[in-house]
């Protein structure tokens, strides 16, 4: 495969490194502007399977408020958030919620659980 | 219901919660925490996206699940919470107004106060943008409440002026709700907010930012229909010919946050023109005696976990207070900022804190600079303490920590000067 260069820049401290990659496909084959070792790491991960931690809102009945906060409990694959954004506008929970309960389990397949970031008590 | 408390907290923040767990904690027998909105928390409520704990909690929580640690705890350890209540007047003797729907207009009485208001958002008024004046013109944080808790989309076409944290992440929002963002404008050549965030949320949904940019003039009858973009020279004056159409129904501001000080004022705090908050000491006492402040309301902070670090400090000077064991110690020495820094917190520190251990200030940068810098704290020309940075800027609060040993040249001197230059 042939060799492509891009830029990246390492989030993995708020310094921000601006790294340049050389990489064939998903691999990493050399990183250049890093400050730390960190950065190498960052660069062959986002190569190879870039994730993001998800935050979103889905739809509760009978709560305080009409939507309650969810999250990934974990990074979830980078080019699939479309994908799940569109699964989670179709859950519609039942108050009350408890902060941590799993409102969609291993989310397409992916192995990642999606969490209520909060409780929902009901209204009164 | 009580009257009279020994500390009383104005806000459920994690500034407020903080400073409630820590007043019980240090032995304050009754703490009340008051909240005008519908539940306790503050502004995080909104915030539904990761990030917040990392430094304190070594996690990475959303904003909901942050605060909900710190309510949780603040009930467990028998902190009273009062929602849906306004404080409406504080006195310098420490009497406070309420309202509420529940108990109608009360005054309470507290030993000792905590401020934990938070701070509110510059809106449209106070950057004048000329043009019309349609719907459509939102600030961020206006928006980040009706999309993530009242679940109302306030446009489909967005531009956002401010390359702020929250200006950011509401275009990584909006984009994941279908809306589309056609541009983040930002005044200053640098980026205000997190590189992460820059990253995360434009990078990653290809949204473009343009710096040296502001809005020129709003186009649109009832509606906005376009906004102008303009290019600004350095001294923000719009360069002629640069005007570009971007057509959009909704623009959003986020220019900037600003400590929502009316009570303080009204209680006779004297507050600091360089941060829009409070003049404190290392234990967030103002100028009034018994009244303590924590959080946005002292000066607007970056991250949160420092947030609630200062609601812990606060909350225990608090408590100190109520209980009658504040030490009355030496005269406090001021702090200033010098060459390139905007504001230091605290602006006085009484060296005998130093006796109890390092002591931290915080401070905001005046420009950006990238490589190596160094902050200096002096007393004229005597050096008294000094710490490396990678690199300061204007958007990340720098921290530097006053070591113990400094205890005697911080007691002779006469003034504290902090620097940040290149090194
Ligand atoms: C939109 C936004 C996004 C942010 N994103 C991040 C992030 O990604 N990561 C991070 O670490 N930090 C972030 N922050 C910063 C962090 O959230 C804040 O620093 C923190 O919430 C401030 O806490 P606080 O307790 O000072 O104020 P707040 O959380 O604002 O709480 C103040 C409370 O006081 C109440 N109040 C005010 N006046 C009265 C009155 N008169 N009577 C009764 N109650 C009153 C208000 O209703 C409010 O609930 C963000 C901040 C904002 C505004
Ligand atoms: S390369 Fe190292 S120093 Fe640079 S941003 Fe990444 S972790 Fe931080």
């Keep these: 495969m042939a060799q492509e260069k891009d830029r990246l820049i390492c ?88 902060a941590g309960q799993v409102v969609l389990a291993d989310a397409l397949g992916t192995g990642v659980d999606i969490l209520a970031s909060r409780s929902m008590p009901a209204a009164d | 219901m009580r009257r009279s408390y020994d500390v009383i907290v104005v806000g459920s923040g994690p500034g407020g919660m903080a400073a409630a767990v820590a007043a019980k904690k240090n032995g304050a027998r009754d703490v009340l925490v008051i909240e005008r909105d519908v539940e306790p928390g ?29 309510v949780d705890e603040a009930l467990s350890l028998g902190v009273d919470v009062m929602v849906d209540a306004m404080v409406l007047r504080i006195t310098p003797s420490r009497h406070l107004w309420v309202t509420s729907a529940r108990s109608g207009l009360v005054e309470l009485e507290a030993r000792a106060i905590v401020l934990a208001m ?44 401010g390359s702020g944290d929250i200006g950011m992440i509401m275009a990584r929002r909006l984009t994941l709700e279908g809306a589309r963002v056609e541009r983040v404008l930002e005044i200053m050549p640098y980026l205000t907010g997190l590189t992460r965030n820059y990253v995360q949320c434009l ?12 809005v020129g003039r709003i186009l649109g009858d009832r509606r906005v229909e376009a906004v102008e973009a303009v290019q600004v020279d350095e001294r923000w004056r719009p360069v002629p010919g640069t005007g570009e159409l971007i057509p959009c129904d909704t623009l959003l501001l986020s220019v900037g946050l600003i ?3 009316e009570l303080s004022r009204q209680a006779g705090v004297a507050l600091d023109p360089a941060t829009g908050g409070p003049y ?144």
């Design chain 1, 11 to 98: 989030v993995t401290c708020p310094m921000g490194c601006a790294l340049e990659v050389t990489h064939e496909g998903p691999a990493l084959v050399e990183v250049s502007g890093h400050a730390c070792r960190r950065g190498i790491e960052y660069a062959r991960a986002e190569l190879a399977d870039p994730r993001r931690m998800v935050a979103t809102t889905v739809r509760v009945r009978g709560g305080l408020h009409p939507l309650v906060p969810v999250g990934t409990a974990a990074p979830f694959p980078k080019g699939r958030i479309m994908e799940l954004m569109a699964l989670l506008r179709e859950v519609e929970l039942e108050a009350p919620v408890r």
């Design chain 2, 42 to 70: 503050g502004i995080l409520l909104q915030c539904i996206h990761h990030g917040f704990g990392v430094e304190t909690l070594r996690q990475d929580l959303t904003g909901p699940a942050y605060a909900q640690r710190f």
């Design chain 2, 118 to 161: 938070g701070c509110r958002e510059r809106t449209r008024a106070q950057i004048r943008i000329p043009g019309s004046r349609p719907a459509g013109v939102y600030t961020a944080g206006t928006a980040q409440r009706l999309v993530n808790v009242e679940g109302y989309m306030p446009g489909r076409r967005f531009v956002i002026l």
């Design chain 2, 203 to 214: 990078l990653d949904y290809g949204v473009p930012l343009q710096l040296s940019h502001t």
């Design chain 2, 259 to 261: 400590p929502e000080n």
């Design chain 2, 280 to 423: 404190v000491d290392e234990g967030f006492g103002t100028s009034v005696p018994g009244i303590f402040a924590a959080g946005n309301v002292v000066h607007v902070y970056d991250l949160v976990d420092w947030v609630t670090e200062a609601g812990y400090v606060a909350g225990r000077s608090a408590a100190r207070f109520a209980l009658g064991d504040q030490v009355q110690g030496a005269a406090s020495v001021g702090l200033r900022a010098g060459e390139n820094v905007r504001y230091v917190v605290p602006q006085r520190l009484n060296p005998e804190s130093l006796a109890d251990g390092p002591q931290r200030l915080q401070l905001r940068v005046v420009r950006p600079i990238e490589g190596r810098a160094r902050v200096q704290v002096a007393d004229g020309d005597s050096l008294i303490a000094e710490q490396r940075l990678r690199y300061a800027r204007p958007g990340e609060m720098v921290t530097v920590t006053l070591p113990p040993s400094a205890y005697d040249r911080v007691r002779q001197a006469k003034a504290l000067v902090v620097c940040v230059t290149e090194a």
